[in-house]
């Protein structure tokens, strides 16, 4: 599988857990997006596998963003992956508010995802921008009215605990078709630090056992899978192995490009680009293709990582021990990212 994140736009918040350097920045011209709509899917013509892009960012942020969906739905060989989740702040503020949701609609596309982080002013906090809860609501609302499907993330943090009754009443309010508890993980990004000091612990997930079914969670599972991904957790882990470079070897299938607002097309995810393809404008698509298909899968993070440059077994935990024990991770993976960047340049974490 290939997905190749097109950024048309960037966003209006700066979150402090963004894992894709998102943040503000330019538009792509409208000319430019519709021709390297065209040339992408010749490009994904010469590839062999199921090829996808994502309009990321915040898509809803570009003025031109109708025309540009309407393009999308005329595209042969590639889709469209529409990940549905947006600030709202982009689309509160639009006057064709109705007829953007309707090309989402046109292309097939009628679900959509808020993140929410807490209380109002929390939330503020965490995507760095004063009223940015308020759009984020007011946008879910509107959706629901257009007769869109209205996901709701919760993304844990360390104010969860003290924002519990908040987060309850703003999901009997808007009651949306579905609520997602997510665990913020860690990946090699420039603003994944400053979320370390909200990051949450085994005690904050432990006081939100009444809060459970009111957000429609599996508490349990929750819970163990919170158990599983702390820091002290990853440490068990990591003894049992033998050898690091296990975890930085596994064959990866997928693999992740990304197409800047000036047109250059990157190998990686947005965030961890590691090599330049050209400007999609100009270069020969075929011969990108060849290329393409010789390079290895890199949806992991570990992908990025030098085998000969990584630290001893040993040098890691003794980095991971000098991390709070109990907060926790999204998964083992992102436990071990934490630990290494923490021997790059070592930061003190608020309790
Ligand atoms: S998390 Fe999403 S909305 Fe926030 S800065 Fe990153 S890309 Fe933009």
Redesign the pocket.
């Known amino acids: 599988m290939i997905n190749i994140d097109v950024l048309v736009a960037g ?1 209006h ?3 402090k ?2 894992y ?1 350097n ?2 503000p920045g330019p538009w792509m011209p409208l000319e430019d997006a519709l021709l390297c709509i065209e040339k992408l899917d010749i490009l994904a013509q010469y590839l062999p596998d199921e090829v996808t892009f994502t309009l ?3 898509p809803m942020a570009h003025p031109d963003i109708v025309q540009i969906l309407d393009a999308t739905t005329h595209t042969r060989w590639i889709q469209n992956y529409h990940h549905g ?1 947006t ?1 709202g702040v982009g689309l509160i503020h639009r006057k064709d508010k109705r007829a953007v949701i309707e090309a989402y609609m046109n292309g097939g596309y009628r679900s959509f995802g808020i993140t929410i982080h807490g209380s109002p002013a929390h939330h503020d906090e965490m ?1 760095r921008r004063k009223g940015a809860y308020e759009s984020a609501i007011a946008a879910a609302e509107y959706l629901k009215a257009q007769g869109a499907d209205v996901e709701v993330s919760l993304m844990l943090n360390r104010y969860f605990t003290q924002d519990q009754a908040s987060m309850t009443a703003m999901l009997e309010t808007l009651q949306p078709n579905c609520v997602a508890f997510v665990i913020p993980i860690f990946t090699p990004h420039r603003h994944m630090l400053d979320f370390e000091p909200y990051r949450a612990s085994i005690e904050t997930v432990q006081s939100l056992r009444g809060a459970w079914e009111e957000w429609r969670q599996d508490g349990e599972q929750v819970e163990g899978r919170a158990r599983q991904n702390t820091i002290a957790a990853g440490i068990e882990r990591l003894r049992s192995m033998t050898d690091l470079k296990e975890l930085f070897v596994q064959p990866q299938e997928e693999q992740y490009f990304t197409l800047h607002q000036d047109c250059q097309l990157y190998v990686g995810n947005s965030g961890a680009e590691t090599r330049c393809l050209g400007d999609l404008r100009h270069i020969n698509l075929e011969q990108t293709a060849e290329l393409i298909k010789a390079l290895p899968g890199n949806r992991d993070y570990g992908a990025f990582y030098d085998l000969e440059a990584l630290p001893s077994r040993d040098m890691l935990i003794r980095a991971l021990e000098g991390l709070p024990q109990h907060m926790i991770y999204g998964d083992f993976e992102s436990v071990i990212y934490r630990g290494l960047e923490e021997l790059r340049t070592p930061t003190r974490i608020l309790e």
């Open positions: 966003c918040t700066r979150c857990h963004c894709v998102g943040g990321d960012h915040e989740m600030t995507v």
